[in-house]
């Protein structure tokens, strides 16, 4: 009897998440963006607009900001880094405020925007479920002192005053999903993915991960080996895409997890940018030594900022100039390949969320947009958000626009794509 009451419970949830699927609407497409035949999004982690912008050891990245069009008004949404991923390709937190790891292929679970439930990390939440169906997300107040941040004067989610109500009208996709629907192809190039792939793989170093069984690595060292001596270079928070039920299952390869492959490998971003054999979107996450994210056991050219306060003085010089680098060869080797040559073409190089320092700073982010066409070094004071690119992004697909990306009060990105 009891296995006949589960069955039933896992059945009546299946069919609401199907049905919210079935029922949910995308908006009209955007407009203000002409067609771009091929977008690379570089993804870059954890530091304001400020401490970027003339930093001495980001020679390259700020070359690039004044050769280029540079947003000087975009704010990430909310915290932490998952968040703005999420809100970066799908126009919504999906009920997700923490940087949790995937319930891998759960069946049994209800998604967050389907049960109501949020995700945070203080107080700390279990794994989350494979999203999908539709429903209702999390609100993001414009102070932040319940989650990362638990006490005044908060963290700053936004500008500081502008807030999101919790949408009841959340569709469970992103715009890998679109494109798909359209004929259009997709990847997620993640630097320090392990050959295996990116199927429950939480973390990495390139070669050993959560999965790996360091009992079988003989004869035994004393201390024996242990995950603990992982660096985490790849982190599965900063994959959004493979928090999503379909493409954890994979019933279409094209919107699947063999769209998430690492840098190198004969499918890997910089093969593909030899060949000039690269998707319509290209969403690049250099790992967490090579984004400015920073780990505490790699090292000290990769320890973490020092000091959280949005000024320059407290980074660690030698991890912003290490980003740096990493945009300059993937910049470069864009600018070199085939696929930069022909149609019309664009690169955003951006961070997902500043230093965490608390209020009054705010949540804005340095957002570069490169083009093979038009015109540049504009700079743009217009009021933009993620949802603001996901738009222009949607815009420049010919897709229907998705979750906030809708919103009336979402600005297309015009002057800096056009």
């Known amino acids: 009897m009891i296995s006949i009451k589960k069955s039933l419970v896992v059945v009546c949830l299946l069919a609401a998440i199907c049905a919210g699927t079935a029922f949910a609407v995308e908006g009209s497409t955007p407009r203000g963006v002409s067609h771009l035949d091929h977008v690379f999004v570089v993804m870059m982690e954890n530091h304001g607009y400020s401490q970027i912008l003339n930093n001495p050891n980001a020679p390259f990245i700020n070359g690039l900001a004044k050769s280029a069009n540079t947003a000087t008004n975009y704010f990430a949404v909310a915290h932490p880094s998952l968040t703005n991923y999420l809100e970066v390709v799908g126009g919504s937190n999906f009920g997700v405020h923490s940087d949790n790891y995937p319930d891998w292929h759960s069946t049994s679970c209800t998604p967050n925007i389907v049960s109501g439930a949020v995700s945070t990390d203080n107080p ?44 009841p009208n959340v569709t469970g996709k992103t715009i890998a999903d679109q494109l798909v629907a359209a004929g259009r192809n997709w990847k ?42 992982i660096v985490y270079l790849y982190a599965v928070k900063h994959n959004p895409f493979v928090y999503f039920a379909n493409v954890q299952e994979g019933k279409d390869p094209r919107l699947s997890l063999q769209r998430t492959v690492s840098f190198e490998g004969v499918n890997g971003l910089y093969a593909d940018l030899r060949s000039g054999n690269v998707p319509s979107f ?3 996450a250099p790992n967490q030594c090579n984004d400015q994210h920073g780990r505490g056991n790699a090292g000290p050219f990769c320890n973490y900022d020092p000091v959280s306060d949005g000024s320059q003085a407290g980074l660690n010089p030698a991890l912003v100039q290490r980003g740096d680098l990493e945009v300059e060869r993937i910049v470069t080797s864009i600018k070199h390949s085939p696929a930069w040559q022909q149609g019309r073409n664009a690169i955003v190089v951006m961070w997902d969320e ?52 809708c919103d009336a009060a979402t600005n297309v990105m015009s002057d800096l794509f056009r």
């Open 124 to 167: 700390a939440t279990g794994l989350i479920c494979p999203i999908a169906g539709s429903g209702t997300d999390a609100a993001t107040p414009a102070l932040d002192i319940t989650n990362e941040t638990q006490s005044t004067p908060g963290d700053v989610n936004i500008d500081g005053h502008l807030s999101f109500d919790a949408d």
């Open 188 to 229: 997620s190039y993640q630097e320090s993915l392990p050959i295996g792939g990116a199927d429950r793989v939480n973390y990495s170093d390139g070669f050993y991960s959560n999965l790996t069984d360091f009992t079988r690595i003989t004869p035994v060292l004393n201390p024996p080996l242990s995950s603990s001596g």
């Open 282 to 284: 290209s969403f690049i």
């Open 354 to 405: 500043n230093d965490y320092s608390q209020a009054p700073n705010t949540n804005q982010v340095l957002v570069i947009v490169d083009t093979n066409y038009g015109t540049h070094r504009v700079k743009s004071g217009k009021f933009y958000t993620h949802f603001s690119l996901l738009k222009s992004l949607e815009a420049a697909f010919d897709l229907p626009c998705l979750n906030h990306a």
